[in-house]
């Protein structure tokens, strides 16, 4: 899907003083790339994921995906999303979280079952398992095959891997880079880790605190799979650092 954003403002209108936490963002997205967003904490990372997913209205701009609004691609069920919890039912089993998925979106699945979905996350000897009986990682594991089950087309990710520790979120991240270069979905990564951007994203848009500007874009450009001694990877990551405005 491809993301034309021009424009950008978003005001929450508290009682107390209007707090503007976007201005005059304007970016594109090729269809079928990986984004990565990164910004100070609390610069409106997450607010610009509610405006793409129609969660949100602009106080002015706009956003056309696909040349529809988000509202219409999320009625479409073309959107999926995930934080930093995965929001399992803690009363249904991990097959029964995939499969209610399933059921309430029958029409977008991507023909895969909650079986075979299971196994390509390595969760087939879980599936009956609750999720407090799976470890963070896991979990997380259980709700990107609930992502892939409904086969959507623009993935929106809050920081979804940012509990976890160091050596299960670079697994995570070869598994969405795998599944990914899979199925080509528009992905939208929001994160803090500059490390992590690089590794994964074609494309990284650096903002400014609040209201958040955009500071600058860089497209990512080393062949994958990557690692931090490929060349090119350390300049990569210092120019997003210094965008930031941190020290070398």
Known sequence: MEINIKHLNHTFNHQAEPIRTLEDISFHIESGTFTAIVGPSGCGKSTLLRLLAGLLQPTCGSILIDSALPEQIAANKQISWMAQSPALLPWFTVYKNIELARQIN???????????????????????????????????????????????????????????????????????????????????????????????????????????????????????????????????????????????
Do not use: C
């Open 106 to 248: 029958p029409q977008n699945h991507n023909g895969s079952t909650a079986r075979s979905l299971l196994e390509m996350m390595d969760l087939q000897d879980f599936a009956e398992a609750y999720p407090h009986q799976l470890s963070g990682g896991m979990q997380q594991r259980a709700a990107l095959a609930r992502t892939l089950s409904l086969a959507p087309r623009l993935w929106l990710m809050d920081e979804p891997f940012a509990s976890l520790d160091a050596l299960t979120r670079e697994e995570l991240g070869r598994d969405v880079l795998r599944l990914w270069s899979e199925y080509r979905p528009t992905v939208v990564w929001v994160t803090h880790n500059i490390h992590e951007a690089v590794l994964l994203a074609d494309q990284v848009v650096v903002l400014s605190r609040r209201p958040a500007r955009i500071l600058n874009q860089f497209e990512i450009t080393l062949q994958r799979p990557r690692t931090e001694l490929q060349p090119g990877y350390q300049t990569a990551v210092q120019k997003i650092r210094s965008a930031l405005g941190i020290p070398a």
